[in-house]
Nanobody, 115 residues
Framework: QVQVVESGGGLVQPGGSLRLSCATS????????MGWFRQAPGKQRELVAT???????NYADSVKGRFAISRDAAKNMMYLQMNSLKPEDTAVYYC?????????WGQGTQVTVSS
């Protein structure tokens, strides 16, 4: 069974940086698309960034220029580098991986941006 596990969240001051990690139990190239989503309290889960297996990353307008998605195939890892963080980036961040008709989610990692 495919497993997806996020890590790297925490408390950071506005303007700071964090790097989230997503570990998978199988080769990241097994997935047609991987991505990051987030959900703030009282709001719906929203797309942050996606990376097709053979394509270029896509970003939500709210994070363009500040966030960057990357991957390390040798380690079966995907990352989300988050810079210039804002209080409105506070949310639980989820890793998502699409394999055929299945979508796998991690348990989420909390990111809190506050002074």
């Amino acid at each position: 069974q495919v497993q997806v596990v996020e890590s790297g969240g925490g408390l950071v001051q506005p303007g700071g940086s964090l790097r989230l990690s997503c570990a998978t139990s199988t080769s990241i190239f097994s997935f047609s698309t991987m991505g990051w989503f987030r959900q703030a309290p009282g709001k719906q889960r929203e797309l942050v960034a996606t990376r097709p297996r053979d394509g270029t990353p896509n970003y939500a307008d709210s994070v363009k220029g500040r966030f960057a998605i990357s991957r390390d195939a040798a380690k079966n890892m995907m990352y989300l580098q988050m810079n210039s963080l804002k209080p409105e980036d506070t949310a639980v961040y989820y890793c998502n991986a699409n394999l055929s008709t299945f979508y796998y989610w991690g348990q989420g990692t909390q990111v809190t941006v506050s002074s």
